[in-house]
């Protein structure tokens, strides 16, 4: 009796050979991840729209021809223009101040908080995005529904920024009065130098001005400290 060499297996390789079990499909997406999804694409293509053309140029037929964007998700989530660019704005602020606060996280010990908060918020200020809020704001003056529309976002940022500015410099945040005075100057100060980078690129006197700007704060930062 012989038996023949194949009829031998290795050990475990007729486990091996056992169908494999099918691939798991991938979780379905709820109807609510699908239209977050969408009003994200939207408005990340208003604010690009905005950074390229302005807000002359930001229509709804604008917004609609950019890639992966359609015109009846965008007038179900956004049925007009102002609806539509003060929502970009509002998405905006919330892109800018996540990313100021994980710079300011990595801030390293010893460093100049002051002046590296001020850092930061000018950087926000080349944002092109930002530069075109900036634009809105002017539009505002003689667009009633874009001035209706903008006006409680641009009050809600302005008290998340006031209360990241207490949690990060809470001592100088013990004199209130001192303290918001000295934020307010900062925070009028930097758009109306954002203005005359954009009149004047390349201007020396712009880094002057921001260099006089971060020390008057850390030294009024520093007096409030120490009250």
Known sequence: LTIGLDCWEPF??????????????PRRRTQEERSTDT?????DAALACLAEHGYAGTTTLAVAARPRVSRGAQLHHFPTRSSLVS??????YRLLREDYERGFAEIPPGADRARAAIGLL????????????????????????????LLPVSEAHHAHVVRLARDFFPEAAGDPEGFQATLDFVLDALP???????????????????ARLEAMAASALALRSRD
């Open 12 to 25: 475990g390789q007729a486990s091996s050979m056992a169908p494999a079990r099918p691939a798991r499909a």
């Open 39 to 43: 009003r994200r694409r939207i408005l």
């Open 87 to 92: 929502a970009a704005v509002q998405h905006l």
């Open 122 to 149: 000018w950087a926000a200020f080349q944002d092109e995005r930002l530069t075109a809020v900036l634009e809105l704001s002017i539009a505002a003056r003689t667009d009633a529904d874009l001035a209706r529309e």
């Open 192 to 210: 109306g130098m954002a203005v005359r980078r954009l009149l004047r690129p390349g201007d020396p006197s712009i880094g002057l001005s921001l």
